[in-house]
């Protein structure tokens, strides 16, 4: 049994800060083991300019904890929340500003959506403008009619919005976020290399029983929501293939337990606190931790067009418990597995 492995400093594609006093908690969370992280920007109100995306990472630069050993070098690469009306004027901009990429959230799809996209026709100059200057599109990949069944929302979004989509910008870099089903898996596998994916942790340890067992519970909510064990396969073998199309992006969405223990509970997980741990486990279960550094720290970084990281991690086969709470600016957070004893341990 491997004890250890040692690999490149993996790189978060999708991650959620949020803003003020929480910093403290999100960005020591993330610094500790990540060299980079793709910043979301849905805020309230979300980051659509370059000059808010500017102002939001150095917010977020000024709660990097310089004394942790391998933090003080963490980069928050930042976003823009494409809206109907981004003006194309924006994305030169933005460019400029070092932004890489905008989100596309379909209007009502998701934690702080409201201000998301209603028809992507009304953005095309605005996509236009990000093929040329090179900036990636990020997709909440979801449809929001209301007459699909939330379980099929994402495989629906692949040939109502993303074919015509990949179609109309074909060399526009499209990232898929959080894949969920099978469908999503093998439409990126069958795909050029204008088209990525990122993969949560929870959707990898998890399907969707794990919301059900001996009653409801919250923590593993987040959308897309958890799918059949089917679906969880069928990730797990995409995200260990080695497939230079799939990487890590966590998705660590972290929100007040007072408001995931609710009576409408918000949707996210929070993995932050032990990111590549939980994915080290399932790597591991498929005995397939040779192809964590791929996925973890080079697919992503290439993809992107980034080098990769110079640094190096090392973890350990050593079982510890992470604490059952954070402290999330004057609320508390719960994460993924609270309590729960992890099977890896960072060294
Ligand atoms: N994934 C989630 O369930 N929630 C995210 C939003 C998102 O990534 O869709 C959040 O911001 O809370
Ligand atoms: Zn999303
Ligand atoms: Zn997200």
């Known amino acids: 049994m491997t004890q250890a492995i040692t690999l490149t400093r993996p790189d978060d594609w999708h991650l959620h800060l949020r803003d003020g006093a929480v910093l403290a908690t999100t960005v020591a969370h993330a610094a500790a083991q990540f060299g980079r992280a793709l910043i979301m920007p849905n805020l309230r109100p979300p980051v659509t300019t370059a000059a808010q995306a500017v102002a939001y990472r150095q917010r977020i630069l000024a709660a990097v904890p310089r004394e942790a050993p391998g933090s003080a070098g963490f980069q928050p690469l930042m976003s823009l929340y494409l809206t109907d009306n981004t003006p194309p004027e924006e994305i030169s901009l933005a460019k400029e500003a070092g932004v890489v990429a905008l989100k596309l959230y379909p209007a009502g799809a998701t934690t702080n959506s409201d201000a998301g996209v209603t028809d992507l026709r009304k953005t095309y100059k605005t996509l236009e403008a990000m093929q040329r200057h090179g900036l990636l599109l990020l997709v909440h990949g979801e449809v929001t009619d209301p007459a699909v069944d939330v379980f099929d929302r994402e495989a629906v979004f692949i040939d109502r919005v993303l074919r015509p989509l990949r179609h109309d910008f074909p060399e526009l870099k499209v990232v898929f976020e959080h894949l969920t089903t099978q469908e999503a898996a093998q439409y990126v596998a069958g795909s050029d290399r204008y088209t990525g994916a990122t993969i949560t942790a929870q959707h990898l340890l998890y399907n969707r029983n794990a919301i059900f067992t001996g009653g409801l519970r919250p923590h593993f909510y987040c959308l897309p929501v958890l799918k059949r064990e089917v679906h969880r396969l069928a990730l797990v073998r995409a995200a260990t293939s080695g497939n230079p199309r799939f990487f890590l992006g966590t998705d660590s969405a972290p929100h007040a337990a007072t408001l995931k223990e609710n009576s409408v509970c918000a949707a996210g997980c929070y993995t932050a606190h032990a990111a590549i741990e939980l994915y ?68």
């Not at 080290?280 to 970084?301: C, I, P, Q, T, W």
């Not at 190096?312 to 719960?334: C, H, N, Q, V, Y």
């Open 280 to 347: 080290a486990e399932v790597f591991d279960a498929m005995n397939a931790l040779d192809k964590l550094e791929g996925f973890a720290s080079h697919h992503g970084a290439d993809f992107y067009g980034l080098p990769r990281n110079p640094q190096r991690i090392t973890l350990r086969r050593e079982s510890w418990t992470p604490p059952e709470r954070f402290t999330f600016g004057d609320a508390e957070l719960k994460p993924l597995r609270a309590g729960e004893a992890l099977a890896w341990r960072r060294v």
